[in-house]
């Protein structure tokens, strides 16, 4: 169910990075791991994701995370190249500040990589902050970092529209009062209970 009227009376928009913001929903599975075997590390897919998840906890370096899977630092950026913003990310922006007051990410990565990605795709201006695990320590789902999102951002829940491609990610933020907005991109069979939308325009429509 989509009630843009409802969205476009909240003040600050709240977006997920992998599945949102980026095309690929699962980078880890859809990139990361197709990408080191075939640079010839590790073929270990429980090793990659363990690796990945310690590096998107701040727990290790970027630089660490390669070397635990056999692949040369020097390879990141092309590996980072293959990410692809989502079709209607550019305009979204655009429109986003005359509907909202202030435009966040809250997303799991590892730290290093937001960085640059963000900066690649020339997306840092139309954002007031990140908020980003690696940073944070903290993963989503964990309510704890929606509910540090909610300190920082010194705003009632109800004033926050927070978007994500996975409805596991959207139940805490829910449970604390935030507006959440699931973007169903393959238009599959949803009764989450979440606001549904398929395209990111529904966010500024209306």
């Known amino acids: 169910m989509t009630d843009v009227t409802d969205v476009n009376r909240r003040s600050v928009l709240v977006l997920d990075a992998m599945g949102v913001i980026y095309r690929a929903g699962n980078d880890v599975a859809e990139l990361l791991i197709p990408f080191i075997r075939e640079k010839g590390g590790t073929d270990d897919a429980d090793r990659i994701d363990a690796a990945y998840r310690e590096a998107s906890l701040g727990r290790i370096t970027a630089a660490a995370f390669w070397r635990q899977v056999g692949v040369p ?3 990141e950026d092309e590996y980072l190249r293959r990410h692809v913003v989502t079709d209607g990310v550019a305009e979204l922006l655009e429109r986003a500040q005359t509907r909202f007051e202030r435009v966040y990410c809250l997303s799991n990565d590892v730290s290093e990589w937001s960085r640059k990605l963000r900066r690649w795709f020339q997306l ?59 973007y169903n991109v393959g238009n599959s069979r949803s009764d989450s209970g979440h606001q549904t939308i398929t395209k990111l325009a529904a966010l500024v429509e209306g």
């Open 73 to 75: 630092h020097e390879w």
């Open 124 to 182: 840092e201006p139309h954002f007031a902050g990140w908020y980003i695990s690696g940073e944070l320590g903290l993963r989503k789902p964990d309510a704890r970092i929606y509910a540090h999102l909610l300190a920082k951002l010194a705003v009632d829940p109800k004033q926050v529209v927070f978007v994500d491609d996975r409805v596991k990610n959207l139940d805490p933020a829910a449970a604390l009062g935030i507006h959440t907005v699931h």
